[in-house]
């Protein structure tokens, strides 16, 4: 659900501080939420303000001034469906227990901001689908109400069929075949009503139905009244629901006259008898069938409203007695310029719909595209005048986002009256499913920006220096990768890495990252300098035997030794793939070249892991460096990582080193290396004087 200006949030904020307060409102509007707050200072303001209309509260779990239990209890009382958010700085079973207990909907960490609002839309999403479905049911029931009263108001014979049984029909069905009230013919077999010769067959459409399957549009059969006598009728079956009960409408006609006559007769309903498109009530079935298949089976069709710009004017230059002879040139035309599957109709007195079935958007648009250039470069003939017109086209891309016939048809209006309002000879297209498209369409280009990034050679790395805390300086840097742009542009890989693994491309990107780690190691080495280099790999190398091979066949290109590179992990995916981090680890260490893990110390138990991976180098979770100087528990969880990867003969590493206090903390737990901005920021140069 969107949520912009046109919509009002209306919040109601229970919290001892008006700072607190304010901060979430302002929050929130800085999110682009309009938000209307109130906030009440004692119980009787609350009381007040909850019985007005609200969307939501939010109350705080430590409010003293106007306690949780009593904002509770206040919209408990007003029967309302008024969701209770509540406001925690921290959160731990019993509390989380104890806000569910007390029918809350869901709690927000007070000094997140992106959880907040996140949270705040999700709920109010929530609960506007409720209050949508509620508006539904109620419009539901009355027009349940209105055709029940139409039905039996109608002059057409009309009965609700369930497992061959009739459960409703209108006086009119009841004189067709004698009956003077429905309780005569209630529980009665559709079947009985048949005449004993056409028995069989409608024996083996009653299973068809039964089954599911589609009925017919037409079932022609002789059917028998209450004194015995047989006349022909026909029967259109619909499906439907009655009081809950999916079941059949069954609609039956007498025929009066010759069967063959009747399906003409039929057929010239279903026409428009001056272009012989189909006419707008026959079109509009079809419009309803597309719709629905959308709705239940989230297919995509497309529609189009085509209109003659300046009719007017064509008639006072042909003439009105022409105007016919105009339409149909018009209607010849588009029957040449759409496809076989297409169906065309003469909708209104000027305008033409389409509808194209199975289509995605680019289809409909091609399509639409199709029927402009087909007017605009074609002159219409007429018994006695030749004309070069164009048309303006509206259309809608019918989807499970716009599953409404209502809805499809006032959208195409709009859209045709915007492009006559502009002049006319143009195109517009509303598109419901538009944000996915794009988001599509901006992941092609990003796939295809990787690919030619790959094949052109536009990723770069930068380096950051570690710091060895206790022993001799040694050069160690770690390589990032970065993705050039636009000129002076560098992307960062949390840009496009989750795009490269949803395509298959990581196992590519992973040996660009290999094999120019390999060719600086060795570069180095050629400059006299004997630096050793992490790089990361993602889990697609783990079962790849190419990035092996190339692993080879760069050390012995650029004479490189294996022991300065080393592999880093992330411990989640080694969990996750431990066979195939087992072999691989034992298949590089032939070329001396090492495995560590990063983002290490954020699983249950890191550490029993290592009695099945042998990693050279653990690299420290950064979640548990913030605020480390007072954060007691990071701190012991780091002492903790520190003393046992000592006593295992591992080396660890602390990355996001963001002050002083934090390098003190870290020489005295015993952490090996260190990096982070405070130290250096990542360059493209190796340029840190490690003595």
């Known amino acids: 659900m969107q949520f912009g200006k046109d919509m009002v949030l209306r919040l109601l904020i229970v919290d001892d501080s008006v700072e607190a307060a304010e901060a979430i409102v302002s929050g929130l509007r800085n999110s682009g939420i309009a938000v209307r707050p109130s ?26 001034a106007v306690p949780l239990a009593k904002v509770m209890q206040h919209v408990d009382g007003t029967g309302k469906d008024l969701p209770v958010l509540v406001l925690v700085d921290a959160v731990d079973d019993a509390r989380l227990l104890d806000i569910i207990n007390q029918g809350a909907r869901g709690l927000i960490l007070r000094g997140r901001g992106d959880h907040v609002q996140h949270v705040v839309r999700a709920e109010w999403a929530d609960l506007e689908a409720r209050r949508s479905l509620r508006r539904l049911e109620s419009q539901v029931r009355e027009t349940e109400r209105r055709c029940d009263a139409l039905i039996d108001s109608s002059r057409e014979p009309i009965a609700y069929i369930h497992e061959g049984m009739h459960i409703r029909a209108n006086a009119a069905y009841l004189d067709v075949f004698g009956f003077e009230s429905f309780e005569e013919i209630e529980g009665m077999s559709l ?7 056409q028995v069989d067959g409608f024996k083996q459409l009653l299973k068809q139905l039964s089954k599911g399957e589609a009925p017919p549009p037409r079932y022609e059969t002789e059917a028998r009244a209450l004194d015995g006598s047989s006349f022909p009728a026909v029967m259109e079956f ?12 069954v609609i039956l006609r007498r025929q009066e006259f010759d069967p063959e006559l009747a399906r003409e007769v039929e057929a010239l309903r279903q026409r428009d008898q001056v272009t012989g498109l189909l006419n707008r009530a026959t079109f509009l079935r079809s419009l309803e069938d597309a719709v629905s298949d959308a709705a239940h089976n989230n297919t995509h069709h497309g529609l189009l409203l085509v209109e003659p710009d300046h009719y007017a004017r064509l008639l006072q230059e042909i003439g009105l007695d022409a105007a016919d002879e105009l339409i149909a040139a018009f209607a010849q035309r588009l029957r040449t310029a759409i496809g076989p599957d297409d169906v065309a109709a003469r909708f209104a007195e000027h305008q033409f719909a389409v509808l194209t079935p199975n289509c995605d958007y680019h289809a409909t648009a091609a399509l639409a595209e199709n029927l402009r250039a087909a007017f605009a470069d074609h002159v219409l003939e007429t018994s006695n005048r030749s004309l070069n017109t164009t048309v303006s086209i509206g259309g ?10 209502t809805a499809v048809l006032g959208k195409a209006s709009q859209c045709v009256l915007s492009t006559i309002g502009v002049g006319g000879n143009r195109i517009e297209l509303f598109d419901p499913g538009a ?51 636009e000129p002076g542009e560098l992307v960062q890989p949390l840009t496009f890495l989750q795009i490269a693994e949803e ?23 050629r400059a006299g300098k004997r630096t050793t280099l992490l790089v990361k790999i993602t889990q697609a190398s783990l079962q790849d035997d190419s990035l092996l091979q190339h692993i080879e066949e760069q050390l012995a290109r650029q004479n490189a030794d294996g022991k300065l590179l080393v592999l880093q992990l992330p411990e989640s995916k080694v969990f996750t793939h431990l066979r195939a981090a087992q072999d691989f680890q034992s298949r590089v260490a032939r070329f001396g070249v090492r495995v560590g893990l990063e983002q290490f110390g954020s699983g249950l138990n890191s550490f029993q892991m290592l009695s099945h991976f042998d990693a050279s180098f653990l690299k420290i979770d950064r979640a548990f460096m913030e605020d480390l100087p007072t954060n007691t528990d990071h701190q012991q969880r780091i002492r903790e990582i520190a003393g046992k990867a000592r006593e295992l003969g591992k080396q660890t590493i602390a990355e996001f080193v963001q002050d002083a206090a934090s390098m003190s903390f870290l020489f005295a737990a015993g952490i090996d290396y260190a990096q982070g901005h405070f130290l250096a920021a990542a360059g493209p140069e190796m340029d840190y004087d490690f003595q």
């Open 39 to 64: 906030r009440p200072e004692n119980e009787t303001e609350l009381a007040t303000q909850v019985g007005q209309a609200q969307d939501l509260v939010l109350a705080a779990h430590d409010a003293r």
């Open 191 to 197: 079947l009985d009503m048949v005449a004993p010769s």
């Open 238 to 249: 619909t499906a439907a629901s009655y009081e809950g009960e999916s079941c059949q409408q």
């Open 396 to 405: 809608v891309q019918i989807g499970e986002k716009i599953a409404s016939v």
């Open 435 to 485: 944000a996915d498209r794009a988001e599509s369409e901006r992941v092609e280009a990003w796939v295809t920006r990787i690919r030619d990034a790959l094949d052109a050679d536009r990723f770069l790395m930068n380096y950051q220096p570690l710091i060895n805390l206790h022993g001799e300086p040694m050069e160690m840097y770690e390589a990032y990768l970065r993705m050039q742009g």
């Open 503 to 525: 395509h298959g491309l990581l196992w590519e990107i992973d040996r660009w990252v290999v094999g120019k780690g390999i060719q600086v190691i060795g570069e180095r080495l």
